[in-house]
């Protein structure tokens, strides 16, 4: 440009003229009660979040000259109930200790995507989407121990050229080979539940807290 040499910038997406915003619709509801002279107080919420035209990366055919494409597709439901309890234990005038503690339980399920039947992510796919599953869930080999010996490996299912000492992995379909059909559900990347505990204490001019 103008007898400057610049450096290129590869083009590594593919245009989407249609893309558009992820549509969310939320319900909410909540409860609050006091208890003692409000020494003592309980919160309860519920959400249930409805996202529509979800963004993914979505594979298209090599012949475009591009892997994926950013596209809206598919509908994913969010929903949790929340608990929050506080109380004030001791209040004096010199000394007090309060005490909150709260736990969430939150789920997601993805209810379509669109006319994708499923959707892979992570190193070596070990990632997997599909209608009716939480997002993402982990997708991979059962592991059932380690190959002792070479009698160990000549009598499992293995991967080709497999050695003692590696990961023996669960035949899901008893075809002797250890491959693609073996993958299953390995593990859910959401915790069951959520939740803390905080102890406040105050004396004077010194304050302190254990969570």
Known sequence: FGGTVVDG???????????????????????????????????????QR????????????????????QDN???????????SLSSSNIVRTDFSWKTL?????????????GDVDRIFAGWKDYSL??????????????QIGILQDQDDVENSATFPGQLPGTVKYRDLNDDGIINDNDKKFIGNPYPAFRGGLINSFSYKNFDASIA
């Open 129 to 142: 989407t599909i209608p009716g599953q939480p997002m993402g869930m982990f997708f991979g080999w059962e």
């Open 101 to 113: 503690f709260n736990i969430s339980f939150n789920r997601n399920k993805v209810i379509s995507l």
């Open 50 to 69: 409805l996202t529509k035209d979800m963004l993914w990366a979505v594979t298209v055919p090599i012949s475009s000259g591009f892997n994926q494409i």
């Open 73 to 83: 597709i598919g509908e994913i439901e969010n929903k949790g109930l929340e608990f």
């Open 9 to 47: 910038l590869e083009v590594n997406s593919i245009e989407n003229r249609t893309l558009g915003w992820e549509l969310a619709t939320e319900y909410s509801a909540g409860l609050d009660f006091l208890f003692w002279d409000g020494r003592v107080s309980l919160d309860i919420d519920y959400y």
